[in-house]
């Protein structure tokens, strides 16, 4: 069992910044993505920026240039610093880990994606 916990919503005013955590714990063998997703009132939640297994960084095309993700391996935490923010980056911010399948410690785990229970992040005009 995987537990994310995350922190660092608000509000601010268009053009302002926010920086969001997300502290992971628990049973991590080995992850597919762990990363940032989004969720505005009546829309589809969508993928904000994740880190790869690779080590590579995905970036929704709307946020590119303004959010930055980052982590520190040592804490199991990842950040999304959110810059120039904008009316329509409101939403409640998840942080997702994808895990991958297999066996670890003498056990089968099968692949599964773990969400935190969402921060908000509100934009003012």
């Known amino acids: 069992q995987v537990q994310l916990v995350e922190s660092g919503g608000g509000l601010v005013q268009a053009g302002g910044s926010l920086r969001l955590s997300c502290a992971a714990s628990?049973?991590?063998?080995?992850?597919?993505?762990i990363g940032w997703y989004r969720q505005a009132s009546g829309k589809q939640r969508e993928l904000v920026a994740v880190?790869?297994?690779?080590?590579?960084?995905n970036y929704a095309d709307s946020v590119k240039g303004r959010f930055t993700i980052s982590r520190d391996n040592a804490k199991n935490t990842v950040f999304l610093q959110m810059n120039s923010l904008k009316p329509e980056d409101k939403g409640t911010y998840y942080c997702?880990?994808?895990?991958?399948?297999?066996?670890?410690?003498?056990?089968?785990?099968?692949?599964?994606?773990?969400w935190g229970q969402g921060t908000q992040v509100t934009v003012s005009s």
């Open positions: 628990g049973s991590i063998f080995s992850i597919n993505s």
């Open positions: 880190f790869t297994s690779g080590g590579t960084t």
């Open positions: 997702n880990l994808d895990h991958r399948g297999g066996y670890y410690s003498g056990s089968y785990y099968p692949r599964y994606n773990y």
